[in-house]
């Protein structure tokens, strides 16, 4: 493996672990400062809301002075947040932790850029699927570590996560290396980066990526609700309690980290990013139908399976495909733009699992998740059709 994507790996890793430390804990710090589970969801919200204008900005800057000092700085921003966080004593100072990890929050994007500058057609989906992999193996070990410190002390956890971010910024320095070389690095003034507009509605209008990225729009959309919602459906449907749901996501997690790590790395060889995009969206169709209307709890664990397969190997294959498509000088911008349909569909995909769920029906979030899955399925193979990959 590329010691540069070795690198990565930890660094995505080390982030998601303190992320997923403060993720299950930010309810409770609400509730310290006597805020309700309103308050508790503007907080969220606000975040998503937040990354929706940073994501291409952030891009941007990476394109103009090099990946490795714009993660940097991300990092920082990360720890002082959670220090911020930790010290908080009231909301405003929560509102403020967010908002500051919320501005330099851009690290996924950065890493996309320089996962992007560090691989080449061949093997660019499979770094795209390692990032996946320390994202979900981030994701997994957080909760559980947050678990155990918040015992001491529900300020604990945010100290914790603030260290491990620190510790993140001084391995990074000491050892990762710049992916994008000055001569590659676009020469624009630096005020364009700020243009949050004229970045992402120009991103969109690039024919040979528009059709991709509406797909991964839906794509995301259809996945983005299922999270928050999901502890209510099994609770209503199968009355489960947030001990089984732990388990349940811990079996998700495990299936993230072993698609995205090791069985994408085995099946983009031989099948390729194409089949590997349309393979993906049909197993999540049929996965998500599957949990809409199984007749058993038990049944819920081969419907995420498939699920699983469909997130694992669709994700990174349509992010390599964009990437593929536009310039080494823009590579930046694009994560940045993804990065943003991504915010947007998590300020709307929990809505519209909320709402679906208390207007329709219990299993509406996954019947409609379907639907968004085969939408995004046909426009993705009108897009692979329309425009091989290599044309920019």
């Known amino acids: 493996m590329n010691s540069s994507l070795v690198f990565i790996f930890i660094t995505v890793f080390v982030d998601l672990l303190s992320y997923g430390i403060m993720l299950p ?4 710090f609400v509730q310290a400062q006597d805020g309700g589970a309103m ?3 503007m907080l969220s919200s606000f975040y998503a809301f937040t ?3 940073t994501g291409p900005i952030i891009g941007a800057l990476s394109d103009r002075f090099g990946r490795r000092p714009v993660l940097l700085i991300c990092l920082m921003g990360t720890a002082l947040g959670y220090l911020i966080l930790g010290l908080a004593n009231s909301l405003p100072m929560l509102f403020l932790a967010v908002l500051i990890d919320g501005l330099t929050g851009g690290n996924l994007t950065t890493v996309y850029a320089y996962i992007a500058d560090s ?3 061949e093997n660019r989906a499979r770094g795209m699927g390692l990032v996946g992999a320390a994202f979900g193996l981030g994701l997994m070990a957080g909760p559980a570590l947050g678990g155990v410190l918040s015992q001491y002390g529900l300020y604990v956890p945010a100290f914790t996560a603030c260290g491990i971010a620190l510790a993140n910024v001084m391995f990074g320095f000491f050892v990762l290396p710049e992916s994008l070389p000055p001569e590659k690095r676009q020469i624009k003034p630096i005020s364009e980066a700020f243009n949050w507009a004229n970045q992402f509605i120009g991103l969109l209008k ?5 059709k991709l990225l509406i797909a991964m729009f839906l794509l995301n959309l259809a996945f983005a609700g299922l999270q928050s919602n999901f502890p209510l459906y099994s609770n209503y449907r199968f009355q489960w309690n947030p001990t089984r749901n732990g388990y349940f996501y811990l079996y998700v997690g495990v299936c993230a980290v072993f698609i995205q790590g ?3 790395g085995k099946l983009q060889p031989r099948f390729g990013e194409k089949r590997l995009t349309i393979f993906g969206l049909t197993l999540m169709a049929i996965g998500l139908v599957g949990m809409a209307f199984a007749p058993a709890a038990w049944m819920l664990f081969p419907a995420v399976t498939i699920v699983a397969l469909g997130t694992g190997t669709s994700i990174p294959s349509l992010t390599a495909l964009v ?3 536009v310039s080494e000088s823009e590579q930046g911008r694009l994560m940045g733009g993804t990065q943003t349909l991504l915010a947007l569909t998590n300020i709307f995909g929990p809505v519209i699992a909320g709402v679906s769920f208390e207007l329709i029906t219990f299993s509406a979030p996954y019947w409609l998740g379907s639907v968004f899955a085969i939408f995004a399925l046909l426009i993705a193979y009108l897009g692979l059709r329309n425009n091989p990959v290599g044309m920019v």
């Open 51 to 53: 990354q929706l204008f």
């Open 119 to 121: 691989t080449n057609s």
């Open 39 to 41: 308050i508790a969801g």
């Open 25 to 28: 804990l930010l309810p409770f």
């Open 323 to 325: 990437s593929l498509r």
């Open 206 to 210: 690039q024919l040979n990526i528009q």
């Open 262 to 264: 090791f069985l994408f």
